[in-house]
């Protein structure tokens, strides 16, 4: 469940199947269930619903019709529904453009660019940081397929700027293969296509040479060269020169790398150096590999070092972040004339702070930090002084920051009122500008107050807790209220504007962000207190931020609905089965619900290292103590759960939602539906077309609003206003 994008949680397409008037719709008729049993260390787990991992069996792709079909007799009728569509599409449909991934290399600044009603996000060139009307396009997707379902993966510039390597793939499916794309002419070169470089299971990278004549490239088993259920694993690295054949690219590194290896290639600014990160799974080991001028791959760090990232700086020294004896990381300096870990010095130690990530610039690093959600940007020099913070929002998030110059940065700021806009910061007079790259509001939230609290969980752990709420808004238990989290990964929610956050608020709701243990909240310790055999810790954390919502009487469990997607997704599915009278309504994304069958899926086995294994007893027990569709417990009253899934998912199969949905229907004693959105279109949610996107919130809101007794209000609506000048 790697996110290596930005773009949002799945939206999945279905066929519309409209109720008669005036009647309920037909609920499915129950699951068969075919007797499988399985022991693990001498436990005996029965999975009647086994059958249903099949994809291809017509029987399976019968019911999902039928549970569709149920699906939308379900949300085409609910009242107010033709309302919310108007609003979230105008919502989503935001003409204001969105800038994200700047890379600037050679003076050539390029971006990603999101502006509907183009249904992906564009490659463009930036004239000017401060005139958007000097950009032009330089690889539009859906000029490359007019359905809109290919979408951009990632891109790399060549060092001075004049090539572009573009990873493009199709319906979700995350297998891109990377095209070559003239920078100047907005051409692709001919015959220049490297299949097969990223996947959803262990994403996918590239680094120029310093000539741009070539690249080192993550690369999948092609063909027949693996059987195929080795094809999305067992990740190498190779060169490919360009104007030669892909079939004659030549092997550079990963032979003895371990069978879930993921890898993130980067070079220096001048190209004569290339470092491999390679990860070990999902779980954050890392080992670190470093190609110099002589041609050969050298081992710097091994997983035990617990280096988890490196930056090339201008002073020819690389700058590695390390969580070795520093949960929260400490920087390391390493001379690249002898990159052995020995010769490495601690230029920054650990502070309260999480650091994520570092940008060297000539004479400074900056230091992007995580602080329980929101984060910062710390600066020191080049022998460790302090020299003070980069202004940015109160409780937001700070990220993406590019060298402008010697010293100077671009970065992306955003908070949970003010949507993202890109800064410069300058270094000589401290000043921060914002640029041209600005997104206005879709809607005003001025009038939005930002509470930061802490809920206390089982164990006493104090876990962060962010409430949005409309200034004045009476906290008498009656507030519909929407609580989200993840807790997994290593992986943070920061603040970040939302719209449809802000629909929920216009509506009279209350928004809740919760920051659980198995994130990168408090460092390596607060990540790990999350994951493998302490993975309860993480529905504990939800449970007492559910429970602090209903005590401070923000709202109460019938005006509360959770969402979460992937791991959060899986979130959803402990939440509801361990404490289903705490919740109104769930909505769970494509997530993973069978904890005992998920790594016999590609990329269930890189999520073993975070999840861990059937095949260790310890680990077993606690996969099967909460793994949902396990403790599912008939006569129980669950609340109403809305399932999300895509066919093309790489990531999370969906046979999970499919085996929880048939084993929450026939288990259920409350008269609540649980739905399921499936769709063979779609994938995890990388490369969701617009119109698609809107669709699934569409579904997601109508279902919310009528399980928890809300009337959509048309005139609640307030118009947004141009955003103060910072």
Known sequence: MKLKTAVTTAALLLPLVSAAAGKAPAKPAATEKQPVESTYHGTTVADPYQWMESATDPKVQQWTDTQ???????????????????????????????????????GVIVAMKFQPPKQQPTLVVLGSLDDTSKERVLLDPTQV?????????????????????????????????????????????????????????????????AQGTGFFYTRYPR??????????????????????????????????????????????????????????????????????????????????????????????????????????????????????????????????????????????LYLMEQLGGPSQMRIVDLTGKALGLVPTLPVSSVGGAVRQGADDVLFANSSFTTPAAWFRYSAADGKVTKTALARTAAID????????????????????????????????????????????FNISITPGYSPTAGLWLEQGGVYAVANLRGGSEFGEAWHQAGSLTKKQNVFDDFYACAKLLVDQKYTQPKKLAIQGGSNGGLLMGAAVTQHPEQYGAVVARVGIYDMLRTELTPNGQFNVTEYGTVKDPEQFKALYAYSPVHQVKDGTKYPSVLFTSGANDPRVDPFHSRKMVARMQAATSAP??????????????????????IEEEVDVYSFVFNELGMTYKPNATKKPTAPAPQ
Do not use: C
Request: hydrophobic share 35%; charged share 25%.
């Open 672 to 693: 609540k539906p649980i739905l399921l959105r499936a769709n063979a279109e779609t994938g995890h949610g990388a490369g969701t077309p617009l119109n698609a996107r």
């Open 68 to 106: 569709n079909a149920y699906t939308r007799a379900t949300l085409d009728k609910l009242p107010g529904r033709e309302g919310l569509r108007q609003r979230i599409t105008e919502l989503l449909s935001w003409k204001s453009p969105a800038y994200g991934g700047l890379e600037e290399k050679g």
């Open 445 to 488: 939230m001025s009038d939005v107050e930002v509470v930061r609290t802490e809920a206390t969980s089982k164990d006493g752990t104090k876990v962060p807790l962010t409430i949005l709420k409309k200034k004045g808004t009476k906290l008498n238990g009656k507030n519909p209220t929407w609580l989200t989290g993840y807790g997994g």
């Open 145 to 209: 397929d007019p359905s809109g379902k290919t979408t951009i993966d990632w891109f790399q510039l060549t060092h001075d700027g004049k090539k572009a390597a573009v990873s493009l793939s199709k319906s979700g499916t995350e297998s891109g293969d990377v095209s070559v794309y003239d920078v100047a002419t907005a051409k692709a070169l001919p015959n220049e296509v490297v299949p097969r470089v990223n996947g959803g299971t262990a994403g996918g990278s590239l680094a120029w040479n």
């Open 223 to 364: 063909g027949e060269e693996r059987p195929a259920i080795d094809r999305e694993v067992y990740q190498q690295v190779y060169f490919h020169a360009l104007g030669t054949p892909t079939e004659k690219d030549t092997y550079a590194l990963g032979k003895d790398f371990p069978r879930i290896a993921m890898t993130d290639l980067e070079a220096s600014d001048d190209g004569q150096y290339t470092f491999a990160r390679v990860a070990n799974g999902d779980g954050g080991e890392f080992e670190l590999y470093l190609h110099g001028p002589k041609g050969t791959w050298t081992q710097v760090a091994k997983f035990t070092d617990k280096v988890v990232s490196a930056r090339f700086g201008s002073d020819g020294a690389a700058y590695l972040l390390s969580r070795k004896d520093a949960s929260r990381g400490k920087v390391l300096r390493l001379p690249l004339a002898t990159p052995s870990l020995d010769k490495a010095t601690v230029l920054v130690p650990e502070s309260e702070a999480t650091v994520q990530s570092i940008l060297p610039t000539k004479s400074r």
